[in-house]
């Protein structure tokens, strides 16, 4: 259990305690702190305080911090792929067909579960002892993901994400013969009819942006490289999907044409580098995963189709 002591001074006057406090306490998120001040955590005078509470500029709280609890999925010695370790962040190649978090149907080998097993310094996240999911892949996308060691490392990473301060490029096989390059640019929603599916053809969403060049044409086909602004559930599915150049084996936004064109097992989409402020240095972190083998395989068939 850890304790801390802060006093407010005059330009506090007015400040609500939750923010005044994460000023105070940077390893601790907003939301940590609000989770801490309802556990009845946070007094001052011995009473506890409420997180819209207003400082009067003289106050001498006492923030109880419990030790981390164990977290409820068990750790479990799955296979990982390290790109890249140190005491804040864990970045890695997530192998395609392997599940993020713990879920229906899915109690066992995910990424969480490994990751339990794998990473011995973890100090825990939102007061339980597991790994800070920064942001995600589908089950079937393989490629490069950071992961939080540490709250004050989760809170930094998921500013730089929401303030667009991340490179995220990806490679994808889609079907047909897109223009050399592009910006697809959209609203994001879910689909009107099918809620598994999402759309860029919606009148109110959230705003998706992805930006595409082609590397290689094929036959029926084109590897593209993607670069996203924005990072929408299955952004780059439903935009190429939308364009009518859909993934190859993307069972739930491609075609039979589109299917037909590779024996790849699973959706052709690979995160291939990432970029990001690493969270206690600010120094810019680069981290690329190579293509695997199947969607190698894959790229080769449809090399020898070409050339046919």
Do not use: C
Request: hydrophobic share 40%; proline share 6%.
């Amino acid at each position: 259990m850890k304790r801390s002591t802060i006093e407010s001074s005059p330009a506090d006057r007015g400040v609500r305690v939750d923010r005044l406090l994460a000023q105070r306490l940077p390893h601790l998120s907003r939301s940590r702190l609000q989770q801490l001040i309802a556990e009845g955590l946070v007094t001052h005078g011995g009473a506890p305080v409420k997180a819209s509470a207003r400082s009067d500029g003289t106050e001498r709280f006492e923030v109880v911090e419990p030790l981390p609890t164990p977290a409820v999925p068990t750790a479990e010695a799955l296979p990982l792929t390290v790109l890249h370790e140190d005491r804040d962040v864990l970045v890695l190649d997530k192998a395609a067909g392997m599940v993020v978090h713990p879920g229906a149907g899915h109690q066992g080998g995910t990424l969480v579960n490994a990751l339990l097993h794998h990473v011995a310094d973890l100090q825990g996240v939102g007061g339980e002892l597991r790994p800070g999911i920064v942001h995600r892949l589908d089950k079937d996308t393989s490629g490069v993901m950071v992961i939080a060691k540490n709250e004050q490392a989760l809170a930094t990473l998921q500013r730089a994400f929401a303030a667009r301060d991340v490179e995220k490029i990806y490679l994808a096989l889609v079907a047909g013969q897109p223009a050399d390059e592009g910006t697809f640019k959209t609203l994001h929603g879910r689909h009107p009819v099918d809620r598994k599916r999402f759309s860029g053809r919606v009148k109110v969403g959230k705003p998706a942006v992805t930006h595409w060049v082609v590397r290689e044409r094929l036959e029926g086909a084109s590897l593209v490289e993607v670069s996203l602004e924005t990072g929408r559930t299955h952004q780059i599915r439903v935009h190429f999907a939308e364009a009518g150049h859909p993934l190859l084996s993307d069972a739930l936004y491609g075609t039979r044409s589109s299917s037909k064109l590779t024996q790849a097992p699973r959706l052709a989409l690979h995160a291939h580098r990432l970029a990001f402020p690493h969270p206690r240095t600010g120094e810019r972190v680069t981290v690329t995963a190579p293509l695997p083998a199947d969607l190698k395989v894959a790229l080769v068939k449809l090399r020898k189709r070409r050339v046919r």
